[in-house]
């Protein structure tokens, strides 16, 4: 870990109006944090409801005729239960042939729910006890997050092992603050840009430290993703984007109180965040390496040379951007193609519009970063005794 002292940066104004500034944001965080916090429980609405699922494996998979109307490619399939209170039974399951259901074969992990009795008093024909939910995933899964787990500790090592810690709290504050905040109705933008900042502020400290790299990349992204937060915010309302655009936002429009416009505000920040640190410290690891084999550099060489660096980097990351929003919107854009909707409307429509908006907020957000961070890296840097930046690293790609 970098191990810097902030101590030894106090002879210069610049850097002490930079740890102040630090500090405020700090402070603004975790306020935001303590105020926004989700205490109790949610109020569920009646019009959401989920079933409980429960493991099975499939035995024998038969065709079988259609009973019911308008189906097709009907199949009995034979199941046996691995968890619950008939676990060890096996149970009948009949599937029509739904899209992706069709290559169930025995063997196959499954998941199944119990089949609610009728409402009293109603007199129904006997049906299974149990009903197919989905395959069971889990497992596949599972092994996917330890494959990558593993690589990542054995190329990475302890910066692994301190990605990985990251990572997970990163995760625990989207699970147990971001998501539990919204449904307990707070802005769903404000809770969006706290949870952006506590993840920075766990995940900095915890992989590169408190010196000036962490300082640099801090405020660089801090000050980009406000900027990204403005941007989204205007253009949302120029475009009359109302966030409608998915089923599942209808749904919850239909069932809750949340904003679907803040919920759209949110998904953006939040998706901006991750590209946003990636620059960044790669910007601040950038200058401090070059200080580092060149003490004489001044803050103009280190800046150009950094940004030289930086150029190179955030093509490619503006590139990964736009194809994730682009995989995103694939299926719609194939639908407008197949209709014969012309290239204006397809862009004109919310659905395409919503990810055009995103990737440009986050794009522009991400520019932004470049010179900002550099700057600050550059004036950090040019205050750190040589044994200081002794323990700076480079963020290699």
């Known amino acids: 870990m970098e191990a810097v002292s902030l101590s030894g940066l106090s002879r210069s104004l610049t850097v002490n109006l930079m740890v102040l500034a630090s500090a405020v944001a700090v402070a603004a965080t975790i306020i935001g944090l303590v105020t926004l916090w989700p205490h109790g429980s949610v109020a569920r609405p009646r019009s959401i409801t989920t079933q409980k699922t429960l493991g099975a494996k499939v035995v024998s998979v038969v065709r079988t005729r259609c009973t019911i109307a308008g189906a097709a490619g009907c199949r009995t399939v034979h199941a046996k239960l691995t968890e619950g209170a008939d676990r060890g039974k096996t149970t009948t399951l009949l599937i029509a042939g739904t899209t992706g259901f069709g290559s169930l074969a025995a063997g196959d992990r499954i998941r199944v729910f119990k089949t609610p009795a009728p409402p009293p008093g109603v007199v129904a024909q006997p049906v299974a006890p149990y009903a197919f939910a989905d395959y069971d995933r889990r497992l596949p899964m599972l092994w996917l997050a330890i494959g990558f787990a593993v690589l990542l500790l054995a190329t990475g090592r302890l910066h692994g092992l301190r990605a990985l810690v990251g990572l997970v709290a990163s995760l625990l504050i989207v699970v147990e603050f971001l998501i539990p905040a919204i449904l307990h109705g707070h802005s769903a933008l404000g809770v969006a840009v706290v949870g952006s900042f506590a993840v920075m502020l766990v995940t900095m400290p915890l992989c590169y430290g408190f010196g000036a790299k962490a300082i640099a990349a801090w405020l660089g992204t801090g000050v980009s993703l406000l900027l990204a937060v403005g941007l989204a915010e205007a253009f949302t309302h120029l475009a009359h984007l109302a966030g409608t655009a998915s089923e599942e936002a209808l749904y919850l429009s239909a069932s809750t109180r949340i904003s679907l416009q803040g919920l759209l505000l949110a998904g953006m920040v939040v998706g901006a965040l991750g590209v946003l640190v990636d620059l960044t410290v790669s910007q601040a690891s950038t200058v401090i390496a070059l200080r580092r084999a ?44 197949i209709g014969g909707t012309t290239f204006t409307d397809a862009i004109n429509s919310e659905s395409v519009a919503e990810e055009v908006v995103a990737t440009l907020v986050g794009s522009i957000g991400l520019i932004a970063s470049m010179p900002i961070t550099t700057a600050i890296a550059a004036i950090l840097a040019l205050h750190l005794r040589d044994r200081q930046l002794g323990e700076a690293h480079a963020h290699a790609h």
């Open 294 to 337: 060149n003490p004489a550099l001044g803050f103009k060489r280190l800046f150009t040379g950094a940004l030289g660096v930086g150029h190179d980097h955030i093509a490619a990351t503006v590139n990964t951007l736009v194809f994730a929003y682009a995989g995103a919107s694939l299926p719609v854009l194939l639908i407008f193609s």
